[in-house]
């Protein structure tokens, strides 16, 4: 954030907003060939300026880019595909030509089109006149039979390539990658893709990578899509700001559907020192900076100008909304704008015919939290229950979707999505744990006899300070990646699980537990209690079918049909170790088990990595797994204060090391750390050279564990 620039003593150029791309014409400014040139950067990121953690210095790639006086303008390829059908589409290729010199000359633009298997299908040539010290765009339609589409299944790239001659020579040329698809937002049939509805189940993600903090490493950029997609998202939203080029590349390789958000504020800040000092003078130039970049990516079907806008209400929110949407059209007339909408009692004290002129300007109405009013977790006001109903009755043509919701409603937000078309789906708070805001979504025990606050009043509670909490802790993954239970519970309401079984973690008779806002039942999926033999434990079966029977080491010890209105079957049965196993049936047939087994002591160290083989470049990495585990392989959940101890030997460092811990502050750079039920995080990272890397982690009393990674 706060960006200076200097080549040579000269400034360049300031860059507020720390989100954005940006660059510098460096060529007034250099030395004659020979010479050393200084380049030199200053960040000033000072203040209350971000509600989560932003990372501070240079956090993502850099380039130095050399070029002919005539050559491609920066982002200056804009490929879309206005017609696509499984038999033929059309690619439109506007290409904008800068001549940085003084004569005019002819020259030929040249684009070929590579099929997803590396093939040439399409080359057309123009001859064009470059005037002298212009730009010029132009502008070329392609036809192809029988197209390979992009869509989140088969994510099938194509690739522009973009030459300029004179003469013989090609004097400039780049890349650019795009998809081939079809992006539709219709109220009677809902999100199209190619054709066919997909429901958006989304989730919001922040910009860090957990033990990394905000460096948007190549690998780490991939491999959170990765998690993602496993853990059954379709979408993100990118809260709330632009993200790296590497994550949307990512996103478009994996088949990951994505909202870019431009804005957290506006004019009316949220921090002292945020981004509101500087909108007014910035917003186009960064949203040219956003769009222009972004625009290529199939990944891409919404743009979002901004979050939970406090001007959204007032005349001047209406006013800067139709500014930043008829921006986001100009740019990019082939998808639509969006905006999440906070309308929420104890937030804003606007009646809702105040926000209304503000959603005229967007194409699909984003809510959040909008469905959480049966939320037995997060109590909400009915009158802003299901609005996007009310609003359909007034705007039947708009389509809707929920840009925010807890973890307790996704039962809800799906079946609504399932039940009206124009509900386009939803984004979870969130899909990961994230650094900052720390807390929203940790477990809490208080007395018994205290009484708490409903609804929205509730999330002060989770506000108060309890150092060393320092991650929201209300991801379906958490701060390393592993499954959270609201991700086992999401399986289930997306149809990807027939039956999860997760326990609650006792307390004592004096406590109980507390759900925050953005939170989920504190709950494992563990049958490992060492201490709580005989005494009542609470077991949640979560199910889409209509009964649920417990058996505990082979017999049946309670049965349970499941309400019509849920999809969770509660059991208080006395802890016994041993096998516990839920099975779930439908009209007396089997549909599904899930089976949880009592752990041993601790014996050993087992470390497993996501990829044994990578690239020796620095821009790769190798995740292990790290796991405390009996003498039958099991991992022990129980165990939370183990410091781990790591060695590395080879051409490579240990990037980061972590766990998934809410409130573990200790560092990520040393090598040690403790795990969090029984399982920690080490990051390695190439140097450049290739070779054979050797990880090492020992512990008092546990078995060493040792792992082997190649590069090459």
Not at 18 to 25: A, K, L, V
Not at 58 to 71: D, M
Not at 117 to 135: E, F, M, P, R, W
Request: charged residues 20%.
């Amino acid at each position: 954030m706060n960006s200076d620039v200097w080549l040579n003593g000269h400034h360049l150029g300031n860059h507020p907003y720390g989100y954005t791309p940006f660059y510098y014409d460096l060529t007034p400014y250099l030395k004659p060939a020979g010479q050393e040139n200084v380049l030199a950067v200053k960040v000033s990121n000072e203040g209350k300026n971000s509600r989560w953690y932003s990372g501070s210095g240079i956090y993502r790639h850099v380039w130095l880019t050399v070029t002919e006086p005539l050559h491609v303008g920066d982002w200056g390829v804009y490929i879309t595909t206005p017609e696509v059908s499984a038999n033929a589409a059309t690619v439109q290729v506007k290409s904008t030509l800068n001549n940085e010199q003084a004569t005019v000359g002819n020259i030929a633009l040249i684009t070929t089109i590579i099929s997803p298997d590396g093939k040439a299908v399409s080359t057309t040539q123009k001859i064009l006149q470059a005037q002298a010290n212009a730009s010029i765009t132009d502008s070329q339609t392609i036809k192809l039979s029988n197209p390979l589409l992009w869509s989140v299944e088969t994510p099938r790239l194509y690739k522009a390539i973009t030459a300029i001659k004179s003469g013989n020579k090609v004097i400039d040329q780049v890349e650019t990658t795009f998809g081939i698809r079809s992006i539709r937002f219709d109220a009677a049939k809902g999100f199209l893709l190619n054709g066919k509805r997909v429901i958006l189940k989304g989730g919001c993600i922040h910009h860090d990578n957990g033990p990394l903090g905000a460096a948007a490493i190549d690998r780490a950029e991939e491999r959170k899509i990765e998690l993602l997609k496993r853990a059954g998202y379709n979408a993100i939203r990118l809260s709330h700001n632009p993200p790296s080029q590497q994550l949307l590349n990512a996103c478009d390789r994996l088949g990951m559907l994505v909202m870019d958000e431009a804005f957290d504020m506006w004019k009316l800040p949220k921090n002292p020192q945020d981004y509101h000092l500087y909108f007014k003078d910035w917003w186009q130039k960064d949203l040219d900076a956003m769009m222009l970049r972004d625009r290529n990516h199939p990944s891409i079907i919404l743009w979002s100008i901004g979050n939970e806008i406090f001007e959204a209400p007032d005349s001047s929110g209406h006013r800067i909304a139709k500014q930043l949407a008829d921006a986001v059209h100009r740019l990019d007339p082939t998808r639509g704008v969006t905006s999440a909408i906070a309308y929420l009692p104890g937030y804003t004290k606007k009646p809702w015919e105040d926000f209304e002129p503000y959603l005229t300007h967007l194409d699909v109405d984003g809510y959040n939290y909008f469905l959480e009013s049966g939320s037995k977790f997060f109590v909400r006001d009915s009158a802003t229950a299901h609005r996007f109903e009310t609003e359909h009755t007034k705007h039947p043509e708009k389509t809707y979707i929920v840009t925010e919701y807890t973890p307790g409603s996704a039962l809800e937000n799906y079946e609504k999505a399932e039940q009206y078309p124009y509900l386009l789906g939803s984004f979870k708070w969130t899909a990961m744990d994230y650094i900052g805001e720390a807390g929203i979504g940790r477990p809490i025990q208080v007395p018994a006899s205290r009484k708490l606050p409903e609804g929205i009043m509730r999330m002060g509670l989770f506000y108060l300070p309890s150092w060393p909490v320092f991650n929201a802790y209300c991801g379906d993954l958490d701060l390393i990646g592993n499954k959270k239970q609201a991700s086992y519970y999401q399986d289930v309401v997306w149809g990807n699980s027939p039956v999860e079984m997760l326990v609650n973690r006792p307390i004592a008779d004096s406590m109980r537990a507390v759900t925050a806002p953005w939170g989920f039942p504190d709950e494992l999926k563990s049958w490992t209690w060492p201490g709580q033999e005989g005494k009542k434990i609470s077991v949640d079966v979560y199910t889409r079918s209509k009964a649920v029977k417990l058996e505990l080491n082979g017999k049946v010890i309670a049965e349970q049909q499941v309400p019509d209105s849920s999809i969770t079957a509660t059991f208080d049965i006395a802890y016994q170790p041993g096998t516990l196993t839920a099975r779930s049936y439908n009209n007396g047939k089997e549909t599904g088990s899930s089976t949880l087994s009592t752990a041993g002591k601790p014996t050993a160290i087992r470390l497993v990595a996501d990829r044994n083989t990578i690239k020796a470049d620095p821009n790769d990495l190798s995740y292990v797994s790290v796991d405390v585990v009996d003498d039958k392989g099991n991992v022990v959940p129980y165990v939370d204060d183990l410091e781990i101890t790591y060695q590395l030997t080879g051409n490579a460092t240990i990037a980061a090391v972590g766990n998934g811990s809410y409130n573990d502050a200790s560092s990520f750079q040393q090598h040690r750390k403790k795990v969090y039920q029984g399982k920690g995080l080490v990051i390695v990272r190439p140097t450049g050279k290739s070779g054979t890397i050797t990880v090492k982690a020992t512990a008092n009393g546990l078995t060493p564990g040792q792992i082997i990674i190649k590069t090459l």
